[in-house]
């Protein structure tokens, strides 16, 4: 049996069962008694808990998933690191993998690969906008739940992209069926490495296969960097064609050619849902396997036609009156075929002379015409310009009018030729009226998701900055409220500030002093102030005792939102007497702050404040030797009495005042 089924971590997670076994980590579904709901707990294993590689890949996890927010990402909610186990709280998602939908569906209806591809980008672009690359999306990453929704997780190779450091592990890291022709050459990734990934999902959904398939992950690798996949219509052709070139799009080995963010792949899909017969003009997605067909094809004609014309027979001389030979009269009927030929040569020359004679008669060019500067028009109001006798000696052509911001409504706003420049009197100028600015009427773009009001804005021409807000109905990431305000007419260009929830009003808090308390009482510590402990690592090097706390980031008094997560630096100095944690379970029924303590043999050893009702299990850490008396005051009222046996590691509850107990 596991050993963790049935144990509770940090006196609060009850480990059920197995769920799920990964690369680096096992996953337990748990219920947390303080929170009463069920959680999912990942847990890194034993044979790699020594492993600094995969310990880096563990908290990198830890501190990804923390900055995320989003509907579609699993969240996060506690994380704890020691040197026995190191273990991440997530949401328990009551559901089954993607990849384990296409292996039931075979092929997935392309209306529900579309709903599940574009609630993957819009996870990843919110992923994107804090600067996490993904760097491992695959259908095994993607959840799949009762009502349709998907959930990304499993960030433990993901990158923050504004890193300036990185190693080859976490360059050539991936799962290769679905990484990306850079990836797979150990190339530096971004965001657009995330998107093919999302489009090789694509194309597995409506086709039911892989792109490339080999014996090996190598020769998987080498594919995706040199191989084109065959089309998705030609494995199925129910697919629409707008939707295949989407997902060949996504699928460009050049990084350039491929969507250049998540909002615009969910543009073109936004499009493609509106149209479904909407056919998308991307030159480059012509397969070469297609267009080395067509030009074999046309080789082989050509030799076979000049075959037909060498195997003809000549036609015979014949005598007056003869009769013409059956097998000839093919090449009789089409002796009329010089004659048509004479005829458009003798129309093409008069066509040729009666130009030449236009061209003389209107334009002789052995008249010597005066040659001068030709004017400015640029700022000039075309009906000055067609009226003014400044300008009578040129031929203004008009072409179409363009939105311009410098030049009002009626002024011509472009010239050919430019000036300055020397022509002949009566040159044609072709110029450009201006429309004025192009304005755009804003949209009513409440409860609408960010991502997708972003690409609208940019389809309109419309710049965008994002200012996120709490609000107590719309859900986080959608939007709240625009400035300019919907109705509003606004200039191409202008910079629209889109208000983001960030669900319901989060309280700010100060972050407390934590250095110099051991770990255990500063998670509780923290836990007063609704925060909680995040990445913790260890210095091997500290004279402190181990398990002090040395550094935390935010620092003390630095103002965070409740919830936030306090990342630490713990000692890891040498120690030989044993440590032993007491799990305190305080009362329920004192809701506000008291001075929780504990004494070893008269000796005070732990001091901090605690609000019962926020923190239920406080857990204070004893290190000794041999067998000692503990006990647990409140408010100076004596709480508990415990004798403790290092050399044994137990304890024994001796006295217990728990019962009933009041501050009166």
């Known amino acids: 049996m596991d050993k963790y089924i049935g144990k509770k971590l940090e006196g609060r997670y009850e480990i059920a069962e197995l769920i799920g076994v990964g690369g680096m980590a096992n996953v337990y579904k748990a219920h947390d008694i303080v929170e009463d709901r069920l959680v999912a707990v990942k847990i890194l294993r034993e044979e790699y808990s020594s492993s600094a590689e995969f310990l880096r890949r563990f ?32 949401e328990y998602i009551d559901g089954i993998t993607l990849k384990e939908y296409i292996g039931q569906q075979g092929q997935v209806r392309w209306k529900e690969a579309v709903h ?14 804090k ?27 993901a990158r923050f992209s504004r890193s300036q450091s990185a190693t080859i592990t976490d360059r050539a890291i991936g799962s290769v ?60 052709p129910d697919i629409p064609e707008g939707l295949e070139a989407i997902t060949l799009r996504a699928m460009q080995k050049d990084p350039a050619r491929r969507y250049q963010s998540a909002a615009e792949m969910l543009r073109d899909i936004d499009q493609f849902k509106h149209n479904p017969s909407i056919s998308f003009e991307y030159k480059y997605l012509t397969a070469p396997e297609e267009e080395k067909e067509l030009s074999r094809t046309a080789s082989r004609a050509r030799p076979q036609n000049a075959v037909r014309q060498a195997q003809r027979p000549a036609p015979k001389k014949r005598r007056s009156g003869e009769a013409i030979p059956e097998e000839n009269v093919e090449y009789v009927k089409k002796t009329p075929f010089l004659a048509i030929l004479t005829g458009i040569a003798a129309a093409f020359a008069l066509s040729a002379a009666t130009f030449i004679f236009l061209m003389f008669y209107y334009n002789n060019p052995f008249v010597a015409v005066d040659e001068v500067n030709i004017p400015n028009f640029v700022g000039v109001r075309y009906d000055t310009a067609i009226n003014s006798p400044r300008y009578s000696g040129f031929n203004i052509i008009v072409e179409e009018p363009v939105y311009s911001e410098e030049y009002e409504k009626g002024v011509i706003c472009e010239q050919k030729p430019k000036y300055p420049k020397v022509v002949k009197i009566g040159s044609d100028v072709r110029v450009k009226i201006s429309n004025g600015a192009q304005m755009v009427t ?38 709240v409220r625009t400035d300019p305000i919907k109705g509003s007419e606004v200039k191409a260009g202008t910079v629209v500030t889109v208000y983001t929830s960030i669900g319901p009003q989060t309280s700010m808090v100060p972050v407390p002093k934590v250095t110099e308390l051991y770990v255990d009482d500063a998670r509780s510590l923290l836990g007063t102030r609704g925060l909680k402990i995040g990445a913790v690592e ?17 620092e003390e008094g630095e103002m965070v939102a409740e919830g936030s997560f306090i990342n630490l630096v713990v000692s890891q100095g040498e120690s030989d007497e044993t440590r032993l944690s007491i799990p305190i379970t305080l009362p329920a029924g004192i809701n506000k702050l008291v001075t929780v303590q504990a004494f070893m043999d008269d000796m005070e050893i732990h001091n901090l404040q605690i609000n019962p009702t926020e923190t239920s299990v406080w857990k204070p850490t004893f290190t000794g030797e041999g067998i000692a008396r503990v006990v647990i005051t409140i408010n100076e009222k004596t709480y508990q009495e415990y004798l403790v046996d290092f050399d044994e590691r137990t304890r024994y509850l001796d006295e217990d005042y728990s019962e009933g107990f009041t501050l009166d």
């Open 59 to 90: 908290r990198n996890e830890s501190r990804a998933i923390a900055v995320l927010n989003h509907p579609n990402i699993v969240k996060v909610y506690d994380v704890g690191f020691s040197e026995r186990i190191q273990f991440i709280v997530m």
């Open 177 to 236: 069926h679905y990484i990306s022709p850079e990836q797979a050459r150990g190339e530096l990734t971004d965001g657009k490495s995330d998107l093919y990934s999302v489009g090789v999902i694509l194309y597995e959904m409506l086709t039911g296969r892989l792109p490339f398939e080999a014996d090996s992950a190598v020769s998987v690798a080498i594919k995706q960097i040199q191989s084109e996949a065959p089309r998705p219509r030609r494995l199925n």
């Open 116 to 129: 599940f591809t574009v609630q993957t980008l819009r996870a990843l672009q919110h992923a994107h906008d």
């Open 131 to 157: 600067g996490i690359v993904h760097r491992d999306i695959k259908p095994e990453n993607l959840m799949l739940l009762r009502d349709g929704t998907i959930k990304v997780m499993d960030f433990g190779i």
């Open 538 to 554: 260890t210095d091997p090097d500290s004279e402190e005792p181990y398990g002090t706390v040395i550094e935390q980031s935010p």
């Open 442 to 479: 804003m949209e009513d773009y409440t409860n609408m998701e960010a991502t997708q009001v972003f690409a609208e804005l940019k389809k309109q021409g419309l710049e965008y900055s994002e200012s996120r807000i709490s609000h107590p109905s719309v859900p986080s990431g959608y939007v």
